[in-house]
């Protein structure tokens, strides 16, 4: 059994056919030429239930990078060289950054974005902090 809907899509319509098994096939309602959809990317539908997952044709999807907790040495590390611009609530920059990287040997396993994003969560946690004592009092 399969439903179908049609979608305008880039200035044409399409159909879009549902199987069984959640696949979404697109095919086009109007009479077409497949040259027509050539001068596109080349897309590729991925079998899931619930979503429907586009990717460029001969591109791998991007994977999910690993959390890791900061340890002590990290967050000390941190603080030390980059303590200056939490003092300041402002987020360092990529140089600032892989200066603190290359000065300290327990950030080496760490991205300057990580260190970024680490410096932006902190100020935003402070900020929340002095913002709910301030309410209590």
């Known amino acids: 059994m399969s439903t179908s809907v049609t979608v305008t899509y880039s200035g044409r319509k399409r159909a879009r056919e549902v199987d069984d098994e959640g696949c979404l096939e697109l095919s086009c309602v109007d009479s077409c030429n497949e040259?027509?959809?050539?001068?596109?990317?080349?897309?590729?539908?991925?079998?899931t239930k619930k979503t429907e997952k586009?990717?460029?044709k001969?591109?791998?999807p991007l994977q999910a990078?690993?959390?890791r907790p900061w340890s002590e040495a990290e967050r000390?590390?941190?603080e030390k060289h980059l303590g200056n611009f939490m003092a300041e609530q402002?987020?360092?920059?990529?140089?600032?950054?892989?200066?603190a990287?290359?000065?300290?040997?327990?950030?080496s396993e760490r991205s300057w974005k990580n260190v970024k994003d680490y410096?932006?969560?902190?100020?935003?946690?402070?900020?929340r902090r002095s913002a709910t004592r301030k309410l209590k009092y």
């Open 35 to 47: 040259d027509d959809h050539s001068s596109g990317k080349n897309l590729v539908t991925q079998k």
């Open 54 to 56: 586009r990717m460029v």
């Open 58 to 60: 001969g591109k791998e």
């Open 65 to 67: 990078t690993v959390r």
């Open 76 to 78: 000390m590390a941190v």
């Open 90 to 99: 402002r987020v360092p920059g990529k140089e600032h950054c892989l200066q």
């Open 101 to 107: 990287i290359q000065a300290e040997k327990a950030l």
């Open 119 to 127: 410096v932006h969560n902190k100020i935003v946690t402070l900020n």
